[in-house]
């Protein structure tokens, strides 16, 4: 007797081995890029930014790649010159004032 046929289920976007393995290798470039564009203290502070703003780190990342592919930028950010991006790019604080009558 033969095993009866197991059902097909359709793939999941998220499934496909070769659309994984094409945003690994564009990730592993991209932090290869990054690697590239600064030094190892700005690196570590992007890295312990992105653990707790990601959506800051990647707006730096972004921002660090765009410079460099129009050719604004040709050379290893330092750390102070990333802390300068920083404030430029985060957006301000807003202050509150109550006026308690």
């Known amino acids: 007797m ?8 359709p793939q999941q976007p998220g499934d496909d081995p070769e659309a994984r393995r094409r ?18 203290q700005a690196r570590q502070r992007l890295t ?11 707006a730096v990342e972004n921002y660090l790649l765009q410079a460099a592919s129009s050719g604004r930028l040709n050379r290893a950010l330092s750390d102070e010159e990333l802390k300068q991006l920083l404030l430029s790019i985060q957006q301000p604080k807003k202050d509150f004032k109550f006026d308690r009558r």
């Open 2 to 9: 033969s095993a009866p046929p197991s059902p097909h289920y």
């Open 23 to 40: 945003e690994a290798e564009a990730a592993a470039m991209r932090q290869r890029v990054l690697a590239m564009l600064l030094d190892p």
């Open 48 to 58: 312990n930014i992105r653990l707790v703003k990601p959506e800051l780190a990647a």
